[in-house]
C-alpha cells in the first residue's frame, strides 16, 4: 500500500525539552529512523519551577508561536500543558509520544531500518511495552505528581525522586515489563532491531536509575537492552544532550523542601 502524502510543505516542529522523557521517547525515534530536520524540526521549549520546585514547560521565547499567542503559557498552546507536541505547517497540532511517532512514520518515507516489525503478534508487543511504560509507568511516578501528592494530599513526605510510590511503580511495572521481554526481546526490546519499544524503555530506565534502581540485579533482561541501547552512537548522542546517561534532577529541591515543611496534614474523612 503506498504511503499517505504529507498533506503540506515546510518541516513539522516538535516542541520538545530535554529534561522531558515523553519528548525523549519522539527524539530518540528521530535519531534512530535517521528522520532528516528538513522533515522534522527541534525546537526547544522554556523551562523553569513554580514556587513548590515543580517543573513548568513554557512556550519558548522568539517563536513565532509564542508571538502569536501573546503567551509563553504552554496551555494557550497544547491545552494538556504538556511536552511533547508536534506542529503541522498548516497549524495542527498533534500531542502524545506515541501517536506523534506514528504520525511521522505513516507520512514520510524513510530512508532508516523499519522500527515496527512486520509480524502482527511482535507488532503488538511493541505497542504493548510502550503502553505499559506510557500508560501505566510513567504517569505515576512522575515527580510533579509526587511532589503534589506530598503537599496538597497528605502523602507520606520522603525525597521525591525515590519516594515509596514512585519505586513502588518503577518496580511492578518494569517486573512485568521483564516477563514479557524474556518472550520477546533479542538484542532489544523486540527482536534484534530497534522497536518503538525501545525509544519509551530508555528514557524510563533513566528515570528508574535515578531512583536507585539497581537494574543488573533486578532486571536483568532490561539491564541487556539497556546496555545494547546505549551502545548504539544516535542513542548516546540523545542521552549526551539530556545530561547523560541517568536522568539528571529538575525539580528544585530546595523549594520543594520549604513547600513540604508547610505541607498540610492528612484530611479525616469526616472533614
Ligand atoms: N502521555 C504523554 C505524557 C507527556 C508528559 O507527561 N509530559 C511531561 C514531561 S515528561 C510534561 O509536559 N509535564 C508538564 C505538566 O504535566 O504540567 C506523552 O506520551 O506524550
Given at each position: ?5 504529507f498533506p503540506t510543505d515546510g518541516p513539522l516542529r516538535l516542541y520538545y ?6 519528548s525523549m521517547r519522539v527524539t530518540l525515534y528521530l535519531r534512530c529512523r535517521g528522520v532528516p530536520s528538513s522533515h522534522v524540526t527541534l525546537v526547544s521549549t ?37 511536552v511533547p507536541v508536534l506542529l503541522l505547517p498548516d497549524?495542527r497540532k498533534m500531542t502524545?509520544s506515541?501517536p506523534i511517532i506514528e504520525l511521522i512514520e505513516d507520512w514520510f518515507d524513510h530512508d532508516g531500518?523499519?522500527m ?80 518503538y519499544?525501545?525509544c ?34 544516535e542513542?548516546?548522542?540523545v542521552?549526551?544532550q ?30
Amino acid at each position: 500500500m503506498a504511503k499517505p502524502r504529507f498533506p503540506t510543505d515546510g518541516p513539522l516542529r516538535l516542541y520538545y525539552h530535554h529534561t522531558s522523557s515523553a519528548s525523549m521517547r519522539v527524539t530518540l525515534y528521530l535519531r534512530c529512523r535517521g528522520v532528516p530536520s528538513s522533515h522534522v524540526t527541534l525546537v526547544s521549549t522554556g523551562f523553569g519551577t513554580d514556587e513548590r520546585g515543580i517543573p513548568v514547560y513554557t512556550m519558548p521565547q522568539n517563536d513565532p508561536e509564542t508571538e502569536r499567542l501573546g503567551t509563553t503559557d504552554l496551555k494557550a498552546f497544547n491545552p494538556e500543558g504538556r511536552v511533547p507536541v508536534l506542529l503541522l505547517p498548516d497549524g495542527r497540532k498533534m500531542t502524545q509520544s506515541g501517536p506523534i511517532i506514528e504520525l511521522i512514520e505513516d507520512w514520510f518515507d524513510h530512508d532508516g531500518p523499519p522500527m515496527l516489525p512486520a509480524d502482527p503478534w511482535l507488532r503488538a508487543q511493541v505497542r504493548r511495552i510502550m503502553w505499559i511504560i506510557a500508560a501505566d509507568t510513567q504517569p505515576y511516578q512522575n515527580i510533579p505528581f509526587i511532589i503534589q501528592a506530598i503537599g496538597e494530599w497528605g502523602m507520606t513526605k520522603a525525597p521525591p525522586t525515590e519516594h515509596p510510590l514512585r519505586l513502588h511503580f518503577i518496580r511492578r511495572e518494569f517486573g512485568a515489563i521483564e516477563h514479557i521481554m524474556s518472550q520477546c526481546a533479542g538484542k532489544f526490546s523486540v527482536g534484534d532491531s530497534i522497536t518503538y519499544a525501545d525509544c519509551f524503555i530508555v528514557p524510563q530506565i533513566r528515570n528508574a536509575l535515578l531512583a536507585g534502581i539497581d537494574l543488573p540485579s533486578e532486571f536483568p533482561t532490561l539491564n541487556r537492552v539497556w546496555e545494547n541501547m546505549l551502545a548504539v552512537p544516535e542513542v548516546h548522542a540523545v542521552l549526551d544532550q539530556a545530561g547523560g546517561v541517568v536522568q539528571p534532577l529538575f525539580f528544585d529541591e530546595e523549594k520543594f523542601a520549604v513547600y513540604a515543611d508547610n505541607a498540610k496534614p492528612e484530611k479525616g474523612l469526616s472533614s
